[in-house]
């Protein structure tokens, strides 16, 4: 509203000095704005749990990769994280207790537990303040035999907007179909399946469906996407569309490992995307033996602002995951067994153990962000770019540098695209 009132005083006046001071004005009012949400200090529990998120990001990946036939991956770490918060308030007694121990957070309190997950997921995808497209549909389905708590239902609702329904599992087939349907509403249609079966027919399960992406700091240029070949491995490429831009971004090159580290600030730069690539197209499987949390550290330490040609697939992935294997390795052991779980807070007895949950998420590698800063180009900072040409599999994180979270870590190694023609 404001800026429109200024538009049409520039428009009418001649004074154009005012009008140039006016916007100043204006400029200054936002930033401010957006400095005030900035500064927001996250509150101790909730900031145990963000650091919680980022301790089972690199577990959950390496499990995850370890498993035979995975290709990409893709996990909300912070959204696993508050999946389990949701067992420990469905639960009771030592079932609550082993998932505050996998959280790190056996000193907190129950409710200060919950209230920080609410606070943790609002902060993080907060369309405004972060400027991010996250959409996070959250669903508890249990069998048809059970009822659930009024004090469950209500509290789940509040503190991990989760939804909950009940369903025939015995009827697979339109089991699976409306949870499918359910997934694609919760994402505007992004994700049109999360399952193709349901495996057990007695538990509960809590499923995630995600739609996210990234809104960059500074977009890639819309016309400068055409198609590139890209190296699943050393004898099958596929085609897909490439986007490219050349800008000053923290990089590193790790000459002793040849890896390429690019780290990619997403809008208002709260967030950045971690990019790990090996300098020529070889399983990940040797960068993921190095994969920890002192290496990532050390990597992210040496990064220095580089002029760096970038080039990204411009591809949407999809990928569900079923995490309940990852999660009991976690230490996850009586909520997911049968005759130990103690579910009650959510049915009211005993007759709930967790058999499964189903992470999916969709991610939109896109070219959208905000306006590029002109002002370096054509100047001499430019020359000589580093290239960081992703056209081979890739790991990437996306860091909250605010709160320490992550939001999401996975592996580009199999993008949608055409096979082409082998080259010789
Ligand atoms: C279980 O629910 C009761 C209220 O129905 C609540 O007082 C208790 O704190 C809950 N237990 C846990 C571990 O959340
Ligand atoms: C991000 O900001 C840009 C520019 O202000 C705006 O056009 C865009 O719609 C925003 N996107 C989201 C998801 O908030
Ligand atoms: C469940 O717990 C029981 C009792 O401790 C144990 O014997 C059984 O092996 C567990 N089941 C699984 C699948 O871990």
């Known amino acids: 509203m404001t800026l429109c009132v200024f538009q049409v005083l520039c428009h009418y006046t001649t004074m154009w000095l005012t009008c140039l001071v006016s916007l100043a004005l204006l400029n200054t009012i936002t930033s401010a704005a957006t400095a005030a949400s900035a500064d927001k200090v996250l509150s101790n ?24 036939g995975v290709e990409n991956i893709l996990i909300s770490p912070v959204v696993v994280a508050s999946s389990l918060g949701l067992v420990a308030l469905g639960g009771k007694g030592s079932t609550t207790s082993e998932v505050k121990k996998i959280l790190n957070a056996a000193k907190l ?3 200060q537990l919950h209230a920080g997950f609410e606070e943790l997921l609002s902060e993080l995808s907060d369309p405004k303040s972060r400027n991010v497209t996250w959409k996070i549909g959250s669903r508890l389905y249990g069998p048809s035999s059970a009822t659930f708590v009024d004090h469950f239902v209500k509290s789940s609702k509040k503190h991990y907007r ?41 538990g509960a399960m809590i499923i995630n469906a995600m739609y996210f992406k990234p809104h960059w700091d500074e977009q890639f240029h819309p016309t400068m996407v055409d198609n590139r070949g890209f190296l699943v491995s050393s004898s099958y490429t596929v085609s897909l569309q490439m986007m490219h831009r050349t800008g000053l971004f923290d990089f ?42 002192k290496q990532l550290d050390t990597w992210m330490g040496k990064m220095k602002q580089t002029v760096v040609a970038v ?70 900072k430019l020359k000589n770019p580093k ?10 994180l996306v860091k909250d540098k605010k709160t320490n979270s992550v939001l999401f870590i996975g592996r580009v190694v199999r993008p949608k695209g055409e096979k082409m023609r082998d080259e010789l």
């Open 45 to 68: 529990h909730a900031a145990i749990l963000a650091d919680s998120s980022a301790d089972l990001a690199l577990s959950l990946y390496l499990n995850m990769a370890k498993g035979k």
């Open 311 to 380: 080039s990204l697939p411009k591809v949407s992935m999809e990928v569900s995951h079923n995490l309940q294997k990852q999660l009991q390795e976690l230490g996850l052991t009586e909520a997911v067994n049968r005759s130990k779980a103690d579910l009650s807070n959510i049915s009211g007895k005993k007759d709930l153990y967790l058999s499964a949950v189903l992470h999916a998420a969709a991610l939109e590698w896109d070219t959208h962000g905000n306006e590029i800063d002109t002002s370096i180009f054509g100047s001499d």
């Open 387 to 396: 290239l960081f040409y992703a056209d081979h599999p890739f790991i990437f």
């Open 109 to 111: 309190q129950d409710e």
């Open 162 to 202: 989760c939804d909950h329904s009940k369903i025939n599992f015995r009827d697979k087939k339109n089991a699976v179909k409306s949870i499918n349907e359910w997934a694609a509403k919760s994402t505007d249609g992004k994700l049109p399946e999360v399952t193709k079966d349901v495996e057990n027919m007695d």
């Open 252 to 293: 590193y090159d790790d000459t002793t490992n040849k890896v390429y580290l690019l780290s990619m600030p997403l809008a208002h730069k709260m967030s950045t995307m971690v990019l790990i690539m090996p300098y020529h197209v070889e399983p990940l499987q040797r960068l993921e033996k190095m994969l920890n949390k």
